[in-house]
Protein backbone atom coordinates (compact mmCIF):
# COMPACT_ATOMS: atom_id res chain seq x y z
CA UNK A 1 0.00 0.00 0.00
CA UNK A 2 1.51 3.42 -1.34
CA UNK A 3 1.52 6.06 1.42
CA UNK A 4 2.89 8.89 2.26
CA UNK A 5 2.88 10.40 5.91
CA UNK A 6 3.61 13.91 7.18
CA UNK A 7 4.50 14.82 10.38
CA UNK A 8 6.13 17.68 12.62
CA UNK A 9 3.19 20.73 11.63
CA UNK A 10 1.94 22.48 14.85
CA UNK A 11 2.22 26.15 16.24
CA UNK A 12 4.58 28.17 16.11
CA UNK A 13 5.43 32.22 16.93
CA UNK A 14 6.56 34.27 14.49
CA UNK A 15 10.24 34.01 13.82
CA UNK A 16 10.45 29.94 15.16
CA UNK A 17 11.34 27.11 13.32
CA UNK A 18 10.08 24.15 12.39
CA UNK A 19 10.83 20.62 10.72
CA UNK A 20 8.03 18.58 8.95
CA UNK A 21 8.88 14.91 7.63
CA UNK A 22 7.16 12.92 4.90
CA UNK A 23 7.64 9.22 5.52
CA UNK A 24 7.27 6.89 2.07
CA UNK A 25 6.30 3.59 1.60
CA UNK A 26 5.04 0.88 -0.69
CA UNK A 27 7.17 2.22 -3.52
CA UNK A 28 10.60 3.45 -4.38
CA UNK A 29 10.74 6.44 -2.96
CA UNK A 30 14.38 6.91 -3.76
CA UNK A 31 13.38 6.90 -7.50
CA UNK A 32 11.17 9.93 -7.20
CA UNK A 33 11.38 13.92 -6.69
CA UNK A 34 9.86 14.95 -3.99
CA UNK A 35 8.14 18.14 -3.25
CA UNK A 36 6.32 20.08 -1.00
CA UNK A 37 3.63 22.17 -1.58
CA UNK A 38 0.97 23.82 0.78
CA UNK A 39 -2.51 25.01 0.76
CA UNK A 40 -3.67 27.86 3.12
CA UNK A 41 -7.74 28.60 4.11
CA UNK A 42 -9.32 30.03 0.88
CA UNK A 43 -5.79 29.84 -1.74
CA UNK A 44 -4.97 27.34 -4.19
CA UNK A 45 -2.38 24.74 -2.98
CA UNK A 46 1.24 26.29 -3.89
CA UNK A 47 4.50 24.71 -4.66
CA UNK A 48 6.83 25.51 -1.86
CA UNK A 49 9.72 23.00 -2.54
CA UNK A 50 11.63 20.05 -4.37
CA UNK A 51 14.79 18.00 -4.74
CA UNK A 52 15.77 15.22 -7.32
CA UNK A 53 15.53 11.87 -6.68
CA UNK A 54 19.27 11.55 -5.73
CA UNK A 55 18.93 14.71 -3.31
CA UNK A 56 21.78 16.82 -5.00
CA UNK A 57 19.43 19.71 -6.98
CA UNK A 58 16.85 21.78 -4.98
CA UNK A 59 14.61 24.80 -5.72
CA UNK A 60 12.11 26.50 -4.21
CA UNK A 61 9.60 29.41 -3.82
CA UNK A 62 11.12 32.34 -4.30
CA UNK A 63 9.60 33.54 -0.72
CA UNK A 64 10.84 30.96 1.30
CA UNK A 65 14.39 31.02 -0.06
CA UNK A 66 16.63 31.81 2.59
CA UNK A 67 14.51 30.46 4.84
CA UNK A 68 13.44 26.91 4.12
CA UNK A 69 15.60 23.83 3.21
CA UNK A 70 14.57 20.63 1.88
CA UNK A 71 16.71 17.53 2.33
CA UNK A 72 15.76 13.99 2.01
CA UNK A 73 17.42 10.57 3.45
CA UNK A 74 16.68 7.48 0.99
CA UNK A 75 17.74 5.04 3.32
CA UNK A 76 15.32 6.16 5.78
CA UNK A 77 12.61 6.77 2.79
CA UNK A 78 11.95 9.91 3.87
CA UNK A 79 12.20 13.67 2.98
CA UNK A 80 12.46 16.78 5.32
CA UNK A 81 11.54 20.11 5.25
CA UNK A 82 13.06 22.67 7.77
CA UNK A 83 11.39 25.73 8.16
CA UNK A 84 13.05 28.68 9.75
CA UNK A 85 11.90 32.54 10.61
CA UNK A 86 8.68 31.31 10.13
CA UNK A 87 5.96 33.94 9.31
CA UNK A 88 2.28 34.22 9.48
CA UNK A 89 2.03 34.44 5.47
CA UNK A 90 3.72 30.68 5.82
CA UNK A 91 0.52 28.96 7.96
CA UNK A 92 -0.77 26.36 5.77
CA UNK A 93 -1.76 22.66 5.21
CA UNK A 94 1.74 21.07 4.07
CA UNK A 95 1.44 18.47 1.65
CA UNK A 96 4.14 15.72 0.99
CA UNK A 97 4.39 14.44 -2.91
CA UNK A 98 6.45 12.11 -4.77
CA UNK A 99 7.03 12.27 -8.37
CA UNK A 100 8.11 10.21 -10.87
CA UNK A 101 6.69 10.74 -14.47
CA UNK A 102 3.01 10.31 -15.29
CA UNK A 103 3.22 8.79 -11.00
CA UNK A 104 2.28 10.65 -8.48
CA UNK A 105 1.84 9.99 -4.96
CA UNK A 106 0.39 13.23 -1.80
CA UNK A 107 0.32 12.73 1.31
CA UNK A 108 -2.96 13.71 3.86
CA UNK A 109 -1.05 16.95 5.23
CA UNK A 110 0.00 18.82 8.00
CA UNK A 111 -1.01 21.92 9.72
CA UNK A 112 1.23 24.66 10.09
CA UNK A 113 0.11 27.60 11.88
CA UNK A 114 2.29 30.93 12.80
CA UNK A 115 0.70 33.32 15.21
CA UNK A 116 1.35 34.60 18.21
Known amino acids: QVQLVESGGGLVQPGGSLRLSCAAS????????ASWYRQAPGKEREYVAS????????NYLDSVKGRFSIVRDNGKNTVYLEMNSLKPEDTAVYYC?????????WGQGTQVTVSS
Open 97 to 105: KATLLATVY
Open 26 to 33: GFTFSNYI
Open 51 to 58: ITSNGRTT
